[in-house]
């Protein structure tokens, strides 16, 4: 007798998952991303038609795996900046800044000086090289060591330094260095609360820092509950119903106006008609009874009486030359 359980063959086999995978962390080259409120005005921009709710999941991974390149590019305008990182141009024949006061260098061979150049010195080197630079163009004095400028574009130079270090190092190899980027995030939010502190303190040395650096510096927003896909899809379809709702309402009020002042201007024309034949009715009125003999066309007060025996005067003075008799006795 043959043994069933010997011919069973069992396998597994692995099934893709139920959402489809998506790149958490994206690249991003669209300079007009830099707003905070980029993804917000997008959704607010996406037609309610049935292929909305997907096009809002589309929105959200854009969002999710733009955040973390946005947050650390955002700040200094490093979107499509592939080559310097905002970094300051540095002459390759320049002398190094610990070497500058030295008086032997003034008279050195060219040879010498290329020794102690800004072409042979060492990324350490190089990087106090963009420090001194971007300090040199905000601080206050010569001697300025301790002013929120001079922290500020320390900083600055650290950030940019360091960003470019990340794209090096990621054109060598596809992992990210978040030993290094985590120390960005910490620099970049340092820099962040001595920039609120000198815009609280000289609003004119912020605008002359961040215009000198080119910081890109938006007002912080209020902390908010992190959201996950569906809570904020429905956040944003709620905000676009209440926007939907608003744009409607007004389109009705603006509607019911028009038609206010419409069946004003109809009500006005209607009215003048009315006066206009009400006038011509009562000048018809007027001459019929001109022709009956009710009205006379005269000026003045209409005395009958008077007329008659006027009248009866003038027949008799023409004929007679003398007043009429009287019945009375003098």
């Known amino acids: 007798m043959i043994n069933l359980r010997r011919l069973v063959h069992t396998s597994?086999?692995?099934e893709r998952g139920r959402t489809a995978f998506y790149?958490?962390?994206?690249?991003?080259?669209?300079?007009?991303?830099?707003?905070?409120d980029y993804f917000e005005k997008k959704a607010r921009e996406l037609p309610l038609d049935q292929n909305y709710i997907d096009a809002l999941s589309k929105l959200y991974y854009e969002k999710i795996g733009s955040e973390r390149d946005l947050g650390l590019k955002a700040a200094d305008n490093l979107i499509l900046e592939k080559t310097e990182f905002g970094l300051p141009r540095i002459e390759k024949s320049k002398i190094r800044a610990k070497y500058e006061d030295l008086d032997v260098l003034s008279n050195a061979p060219e040879s010498v000086k290329k020794v102690f150049s800004v072409e042979m010195a060492t990324r350490r080197e190089l990087s106090k090289e963009w420090k001194e630079s971007l300090i040199k163009s905000v601080r206050q004095h010569s001697l300025d060591g301790s002013s929120l400028e001079m922290k500020i574009a320390w900083l600055?130079?650290?950030?940019?330094?360091?960003?470019?270090?990340?794209?090096?190092?990621?054109?060598?190899?596809?992992?990210?260095?978040?030993?290094?980027?985590?120390r960005i995030w910490l620099v970049i939010n340092e820099r962040r609360k001595a920039l609120r502190i000198l815009r609280?303190?000289?609003?004119?040395?912020?605008?002359?820092?961040?215009?000198?650096?080119?910081?890109?510096?938006?007002?912080?927003?209020?902390?908010?509950?992190?959201?996950?896909?569906?809570?904020?899809?429905?956040?944003?379809l709620k905000l676009r119903v209440e926007n939907e709702k608003e744009k409607r309402l007004e389109e009705l009020h603006e509607r019911y106006d028009k038609q206010v002042e419409d069946h004003k201007r109809e009500?006005?024309?209607?009215?003048k008609a009315l006066n206009n034949e009400l006038d011509k009715l009562a000048e018809d009125m007027r001459r019929i009874d001109v022709i009956e003999g009710k009205a006379f066309e005269t000026v003045g007060?209409?005395?009958p009486s008077l007329i008659s025996s006027?009248?009866?005067?003038?027949?008799?003075?023409?004929?007679?030359?003398?007043?009429p008799p009287t019945m009375s006795e003098k």
């Open 267 to 271: 009500t006005e024309e209607k009215r």
């Open 301 to 303: 007060k209409y005395e």
């Open 156 to 182: 600055t130079a650290l950030i940019r330094h360091w960003s470019l270090l990340v794209n090096d190092i990621g054109q060598e190899t596809k992992k990210k260095p978040t030993w290094l980027t985590h």
């Open 23 to 36: 790149n958490v962390h994206q690249k991003v080259t669209d300079p007009a991303k830099q707003d905070p």
């Open 200 to 236: 609280e303190r000289n609003e004119a040395a912020f605008e002359n820092t961040i215009a000198a650096l080119k910081i890109s510096y938006h007002v912080p927003k209020q902390p908010a509950h992190v959201k996950t896909r569906k809570a904020w899809a429905e956040a944003q």
């Open 12 to 14: 597994c086999r692995l």
């Open 310 to 323: 006027l009248t009866e005067t003038v027949i008799h003075s023409n004929l007679f030359y003398h007043p």
